[in-house]
């Protein structure tokens, strides 16, 4: 059985994921949710449209799945100390899973339409199906889950696939978000991004994408609780040739799949080729972390990764004040490179932050809020037996 101590390899990828999540996401801040899929309706210069292919292929679809991956990781240590406590497991995991939905359902109705709470909430409660299962049954349902995604990837990108919208019906979407998004009143943008929608879906539509949704994701879930079992990211120091084996075939066969949609009609795999590149990733951080533990950017990362939720909102309320009507209101204005190197910028006071809030406090405001709610307590935790463990 794991131990319960933290492991601090696993704060800092969550920090690094949080990195590339935030880089990824300046798309959707600056380009709208469907905007950043139409890019070419914004006219790009050649040098942001480099720019543009490079988050594409490097870090979209890439680092969302390491952050799922430490999910269902992070899952099975916290079973592993709801037992060392003798606690009912599957009670205090539900009331987890209820009030990430909560934050997820707040965060997109009143912030920002690229929320990801409301998913992993819906994700958290399917795996309480699992997290109990044996090592080989865990992976024979990732097995099955990946193979399904591999499957509907490519019958959703064949040719005589349906399309989601017509040109006229998101030209028309983008030319009306453009004005609102760049000068419109708080309440014109929340109006504006809960009310309207190019895909113009019914109740039982959208109910049926919120529902699937969670079975898309749920392969590297899954695959984050085996690695879990399996112990990967523990005794990092007797891993470490492991490590780098793992990621020296898994990155270049990632980038190689993420870029076959450039040369082909193969979009499927660009898909399955951002989960492989994020796995390759972990790994190659791992290895990284294994050599430079003492290094001022790994503990950066780690202290992140401690405030991965209270970081995760806070990154939303900085970009939509930075792109928003309602704040300075560079919506479509600032270019993509410029917005990389924000981005990068606004980690870094993110880093400076949580060196200052851990200073002070043992966690952050969010992740306290979520443990009294899962606890029904104050203290935010039971009675301990043992020492406390990266959730």
């Given at each position: 059985m794991i131990n319960s101590q933290r492991i601090s390899l696993i704060d800092a990828?969550?920090?690094f994921s949080l990195l590339g999540i935030l880089?990824?996401?300046?798309?959707?801040?600056?380009?709208?949710?469907?905007?950043?899929?139409?890019?070419?309706?914004?006219h790009l210069t050649p040098f942001d449209m480099f720019g543009y292919h490079i988050i594409h292929i490097l870090i979209e679809g890439s680092f969302m799945p390491i952050f799922a991956f430490i999910f269902g990781y992070s899952l099975v240590l916290m079973v592993n100390k709801l037992e060392d406590r003798g606690l009912p497991i599957k009670r205090y995991l539900f009331r987890r899973f209820i009030m990430l939905m909560v934050f997820g359902i707040l965060h997109s109705y009143f912030l920002w339409e690229g929320d990801i709470l409301l998913a992993y909430g819906l994700i958290g409660i399917l795996l309480l199906f699992f997290v109990k299962r044996k090592v080989k049954t865990i992976f024979i349902w990732f097995i099955i889950f990946f193979g399904l995604l591999f499957l509907g990837s490519f019958a959703g990108s064949s040719e005589d696939g349906f399309e989601l919208y017509s040109e006229s019906t998101i030209n028309s979407y983008l030319n009306e978000t453009l004005p609102i998004y760049q000068s419109g009143t708080y309440h014109e943008i929340t109006q504006h991004r809960n009310n309207k929608d190019p895909l113009d879906l019914g109740d039982t539509e959208a109910l049926f994408f919120l529902?699937?949704?969670?079975?898309?994701?749920?392969?590297?879930?899954?695959f984050g609780i085996y690695a879990?079992?399996?112990?990967?990211?523990?005794?990092?120091?007797?891993?470490?040739?492991?490590y780098k084996q793992a990621f020296l075939y898994l990155i270049p066969i990632g980038l190689l799949l993420k870029i076959t949609p450039?040369?082909?009609e193969m979009i499927a795999f660009s898909e399955v080729g951002g989960i492989v590149l994020a796995v390759g990733y972990i790994f190659l951080f791992a290895y990284l972390y294994v050599v430079y533990q003492k290094n001022v950017i790994v503990y950066a990362f780690e202290q992140v990764g401690k405030l991965s939720l209270t970081n995760y909102i806070l990154?939303?309320?900085?970009?939509?004040?930075i792109f928003y009507?309602?704040?300075?209101?560079?919506f479509a204005r600032l270019g993509v490179w410029f917005a990389i190197f924000l981005g990068i910028a606004i980690f870094i006071l993110q880093v400076f932050f949580s060196i200052w809030y851990m200073a002070r406090f043992k966690q952050g405001p969010l992740e306290r809020l979520l443990k009294i709610v899962v606890y029904l307590s104050f203290k935010s935790k039971p009675k301990m037996k043992t020492k406390d463990v990266a959730v």
């Amino acid at each position: 059985m794991i131990n319960s101590q933290r492991i601090s390899l696993i704060d800092a990828i969550r920090g690094f994921s949080l990195l590339g999540i935030l880089l990824a996401n300046l798309l959707i801040f600056q380009y709208g949710i469907y905007g950043k899929d139409e890019i070419t309706f914004f006219h790009l210069t050649p040098f942001d449209m480099f720019g543009y292919h490079i988050i594409h292929i490097l870090i979209e679809g890439s680092f969302m799945p390491i952050f799922a991956f430490i999910f269902g990781y992070s899952l099975v240590l916290m079973v592993n100390k709801l037992e060392d406590r003798g606690l009912p497991i599957k009670r205090y995991l539900f009331r987890r899973f209820i009030m990430l939905m909560v934050f997820g359902i707040l965060h997109s109705y009143f912030l920002w339409e690229g929320d990801i709470l409301l998913a992993y909430g819906l994700i958290g409660i399917l795996l309480l199906f699992f997290v109990k299962r044996k090592v080989k049954t865990i992976f024979i349902w990732f097995i099955i889950f990946f193979g399904l995604l591999f499957l509907g990837s490519f019958a959703g990108s064949s040719e005589d696939g349906f399309e989601l919208y017509s040109e006229s019906t998101i030209n028309s979407y983008l030319n009306e978000t453009l004005p609102i998004y760049q000068s419109g009143t708080y309440h014109e943008i929340t109006q504006h991004r809960n009310n309207k929608d190019p895909l113009d879906l019914g109740d039982t539509e959208a109910l049926f994408f919120l529902l699937i949704t969670p079975v898309v994701l749920l392969p590297i879930f899954l695959f984050g609780i085996y690695a879990g079992k399996k112990e990967w990211l523990q005794h990092f120091e007797i891993n470490k040739e492991r490590y780098k084996q793992a990621f020296l075939y898994l990155i270049p066969i990632g980038l190689l799949l993420k870029i076959t949609p450039y040369f082909s009609e193969m979009i499927a795999f660009s898909e399955v080729g951002g989960i492989v590149l994020a796995v390759g990733y972990i790994f190659l951080f791992a290895y990284l972390y294994v050599v430079y533990q003492k290094n001022v950017i790994v503990y950066a990362f780690e202290q992140v990764g401690k405030l991965s939720l209270t970081n995760y909102i806070l990154q939303t309320v900085i970009c939509t004040f930075i792109f928003y009507g309602y704040g300075i209101g560079l919506f479509a204005r600032l270019g993509v490179w410029f917005a990389i190197f924000l981005g990068i910028a606004i980690f870094i006071l993110q880093v400076f932050f949580s060196i200052w809030y851990m200073a002070r406090f043992k966690q952050g405001p969010l992740e306290r809020l979520l443990k009294i709610v899962v606890y029904l307590s104050f203290k935010s935790k039971p009675k301990m037996k043992t020492k406390d463990v990266a959730v």
